[in-house]
């Protein structure tokens, strides 16, 4: 599935020119780099590849999402709406900013369901962040919808679905801003890295200003001499990453284009049984296919499905089982572990209701995931795999429904 299955060659040149030339910082050393800025470049290249204004390199997934926030001014007090099936670090972001994560349900998408935001609407809520789940767009017309009639921003968790679209746009590039993340498990990487992409000259300054300390990137004068735009921290990226990164991202048209390839393949080959349903994605044309999701009748259909797939050849997980992407398994997030003595915004003055996050918080999620059968699509497979899984997905069919 991962990017790193697309390392060749290129990618090992493209870091021994960055270790050869001895410039691994994006910043600073103007008279002996030779005008060569890979991040820079790399940055250059995502903007314009997504059709967006501006692009900012960051240090991960995670990071962008932080900085993203951070650049909104996301503080104390504030509330963000999201969805309970995501990685912890979409949460973990809001949280860092002394925000108050709200988590709402999920649908048979697998993503945000708009039907359930509204009611959880407050006059703390500044913003509602969608998540992307599998490379598949969430209902972005119906969120869209709502974050103008509240006078919200619609902000994208965007991390895993790079390459996405929805009615023919890059998903990311629909909210505020939108992030990618490069790490190892996404379809492109670079180890570690991150990406914000944002139409708005204000938001990206504040975030490009952030992620480094304030610093305000005068490259007419030595760094030592910059000036200040505010108080920040250090979230850059490196030269490495960005040189990986500009190869990798040449050969994301390629991998999506043999991943819908390959899955379109499987699922030709198999019946859907009745009472068995795909996962239900409110753009077909725009998933990016790096996973296959079936939703099976109930839990325990989910159950034997998950087995017979198994001993037929191919694993597959059950979604509610995951502990990194579904809240019910967060206690950290319940006991707001952290260790500080004063933690905000668990015990902030500007906080009123911090939710308690309790395992029985989303039923309807709950019920999604628990009969949701997900099996991790590679990039490159051959006519055995692609048979075994098939196979596989048949005999699960046949041990459960
Ligand atoms: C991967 C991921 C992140 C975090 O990205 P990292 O690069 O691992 O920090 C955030 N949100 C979602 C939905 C992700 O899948």
Redesign the pocket.
């Known amino acids: 599935m991962p990017g790193f299955e697309l390392f060749d060659q290129r990618e090992i040149d493209a870091v021994t020119d960055v270790i050869k030339r001895k410039m691994v910082h994006r910043y600073s050393f103007q008279e002996t780099r030779n005008d060569i800025y890979r991040v820079e470049e790399f940055e250059k290249a995502v903007a314009d590849k997504f059709g967006a204004k501006h692009c900012l390199a960051v240090s991960?997934?995670?990071?962008?999402?932080y900085v993203g926030l951070r650049g909104l001014g996301i503080g104390p007090g504030d509330e963000v709406i999201t969805s309970p099936f995501?990685?912890i670090?979409?949460v973990e972001a809001i949280l860092e900013c002394g925000a108050v994560p709200v988590l709402a349900e999920i649908d048979e998408s697998l993503n945000l369901d708009p039907d359930s935001v509204e009611d959880l609407i407050t006059e703390r809520t500044r913003a509602i962040m969608p998540?992307h789940?599998f490379g598949a767009a969430a209902d972005l017309d119906a969120f869209s919808e709502i974050c103008e009639e509240y006078g919200l921003w619609l902000i994208e968790?965007s991390?895993?679905a790079m390459g996405a679209t929805y009615h023919g746009k890059y998903v990311g590039t629909f909210g505020k801003w939108g992030?990618y993340?490069?790490?190892p498990?996404?379809l492109l990487t670079v180890g570690?890295?991150?990406l914000i992409v944002t139409d708005n000259e204000d938001v990206y300054r504040k975030m490009e200003y952030y992620h480094d300390h304030g610093h305000i990137h005068n490259f007419s004068i030595p760094r030592g001499a910059e000036g200040k735009a505010c108080l920040g921290f250090n979230f850059r990226m490196s030269e490495i990453q960005g040189a990986i990164g500009l190869v990798q991202l040449e050969k994301l048209d390629g991998a999506i284009a043999n991943l819908r390839k390959n899955k379109k393949r499987i699922l030709e080959g198999v019946d859907l049984p009745a009472g068995v349903r795909l996962r239900d994605l409110p753009d077909p044309e725009g998933d990016i296919a790096t996973q296959l999701v079936i939703l099976l009748p109930d839990a325990d259909s989910a159950k034997k499905f998950q087995e017979a797939a198994g001993e037929a050849g191919c694993s597959c997980g059950i979604l509610s089982g995951n502990t990194w992407h579904y809240a019910r398994h967060w206690e950290t997030l319940r006991e707001g572990a952290y260790y500080s003595r004063v933690r905000c915004p668990y015990d902030c003055p500007y906080v009123e209701d911090m939710p308690l996050y309790r395992p029985i918080e989303w039923p309807r999620t709950h019920d999604v995931l628990s009969r949701a059968a997900v099996f991790g699509m590679d990039i490159f497979v051959d006519d055995l795999k692609i048979a075994s899984m098939q196979n596989a997905i048949r005999a699960g069919f046949k041990a459960s429904i």
């Open positions: 991960s997934g995670s990071a962008a999402l995501t990685f670090a979409s998540v789940m968790d991390c895993q992030p993340s490069l790490d498990y996404k570690e890295g991150g």
